[in-house]
């Protein structure tokens, strides 16, 4: 089997696997989890997983609170004409975006630094 990637080119018999941007042909995937390359897959779990909550959390949350700030708190407790209130409730899922952000970069910070800590450790 031959890959091809910028212009590398890896003839293999076995199957070929990218692990950390390096390309791998064994017969014994052992080796692999032998030197430790194959242990992040924990981190990548839980990354993508962060990653899916915050998309889930930026697509429902501003347009939520847009509809919501805008038929509940400026209508219907504010009582502002209809033009008005679609402004306002822009705002607030604007600075909804802004806030699901900040924490998407607080998180995965954190996280970062956690596993570059353990990482350390061994």
Request: charged fraction near 15%.
């Given at each position: ?18 692990i950390?941007?390096s ?100």
């Open positions: 089997m031959s890959v091809h990637f910028f212009s590398f080119s890896i003839h293999c018999s076995s199957a070929v696997k990218i950390n941007n390309h791998f042909c064994c017969e014994n995937w052992q080796t692999l989890e032998e030197t430790g390359l194959l242990r992040n897959d924990g981190s990548l779990i839980s990354a993508l997983k962060t990653l899916l909550f915050f998309t889930v959390l930026m697509i429902t949350l501003p347009i939520g609170l847009y509809f919501a700030s805008k038929a509940y708190l400026f209508e219907g407790t504010l009582g502002m004409s209809s033009s008005d209130s679609y402004f306002y409730a822009a705002i607030v899922a604007v600075v909804a975006v802004h806030m699901v952000l900040a924490m998407f970069v607080y998180v995965a910070w954190n996280e970062g630094s956690r596993q570059w800590r353990e990482g350390k450790q061994d």
